[in-house]
């Protein structure tokens, strides 16, 4: 029994996006279309921030290898004034 609704399910589903496809509708409302939009705006950010990061970890890792990251540290030297 759960089998045959299962692929009964399955053959829904696979009419439905038939149907869409012959029709050149894939969206059925505004909404479908915002939440498509907000999805792909996310997608495209979370890969722009993973290819920040390879560019920060290949290429700027491999031409800094000489350099040491360190700051000069300011004179601090005690100055006393005589009255």
């Known amino acids: ?11 829904e589903h696979f009419n439905d996006v038939v ?6 509708e894939f969206f059925q409302s505004d909404w479908d279309k915002a939440s498509f939009a907000i999805f792909f705006i996310f997608i495209g ?5 993973f290819i920040l990061v390879l560019i ?3 290429c700027c890792c491999c031409c800094d290898d000489n350099k040491v990251h360190t700051y000069p540290v300011p004179n601090t030297r005690a100055i006393s004034i005589l009255n």
């Open 19 to 24: 149907s869409r496809l012959k029709s050149k």
């Open 45 to 49: 950010m979370i890969l722009l921030l």
């Open 56 to 58: 920060r970890c290949c």
């Open 1 to 11: 029994m759960e089998k045959s609704s299962l692929e009964e399910q399955v053959q």
